[in-house]
């Protein structure tokens, strides 16, 4: 079965505490990527990963890195949580080859909460 | 700048009904568009993938068109059940490759009464 889990669903943590979030996928998908969406705003790519230990930054990296050790897993670290962190995290992963656009697959999200 | 508009930013309808949701684009170049499902606390589901100049696709009681003179694309759901009730999102991809970026609008929440 096609699928995306992502570990864990619903997070609550203080300002300045450490935060990891996991994702797995089962497709041996070469791609990988983390995203955030926040209220009124289209989701926004943090980091993307080509393959294990490929990773490139996305389009709001400050303050996250990722860690990319085995294919079907890709995990976001936050060292010392921000308020303006909190938000929900989607995982995705996809399978593209030569010019074809691929499939895209997303996890349910990780609604992180920064107080 | 939103480089994806979509309109209106919500929406509501009868059950049986059909509805139409919009989407404008600038993202250049716009190499394919796809729109995803994305149900309340859930992540995103692919619903359909427009590539070509003047595309179409159909699936089941979705129907989706891309026009990239227009850089424009609409959804269109007919006999809409209470299940469609979510958020619609029209996302493009610059590339066909993952080298491309993908660039996400807002949503259109449609909800679906009785």
């Known amino acids: 079965d096609m699928k995306v889990t992502q570990m864990p669903r619903y997070l609550i943590k203080r300002m300045g505490e450490n935060v990891l979030l996991e994702c797995g996928q089962d497709?041996?998908?070469?791609?990988m990527y983390w995203y955030r969406q926040d209220p009124g705003l289209g989701l926004q790519l943090i980091y993307i990963s080509y393959d294990v230990d490929s990773n490139s930054e996305g389009d709001i990296p400050k303050g996250y890195r990722v860690s990319r050790k085995k294919r079907e897993h890709f995990s976001l670290i936050l060292d010392s949580a921000k308020t303006n962190q909190t938000s929900v995290y989607f995982c995705?992963?996809?399978?593209?080859?030569?010019?074809?656009?691929?499939?895209?697959?997303f996890g349910e999200g990780s609604k992180l909460t920064v107080l | 700048k939103t480089q994806v508009e979509q309109s209106p930013q919500s929406l509501v309808v009868r059950q049986g009904e059909n509805c139409v949701l919009q989407c404008n684009y600038s993202v250049t170049p716009d190499n394919h568009l796809r729109w995803f499902k994305q149900d309340t606390g859930k992540g995103l589901v692919s619903l359909t993938v427009?590539?070509?100049?003047?595309d179409k696709t159909s699936n089941g009681r979705y129907s989706a068109t891309l026009d990239k003179d227009a850089k424009h694309s609409t959804l269109h759901i007919t006999a809409t059940l209470l299940d469609d009730t979510a958020t619609y999102i029209c996302v493009v991809g610059d590339r066909g490759s993952a080298l491309g970026r993908l660039h996400f609008g807002a949503g259109t929440q449609l909800i679906v009464i009785p």
């Open positions: 497709m041996s998908h070469e791609t």
């Open positions: 995705a992963s996809s399978l593209i080859t030569g010019g074809n656009t691929g499939q895209l697959y």
């Open positions: 427009l590539v070509d100049q003047k």
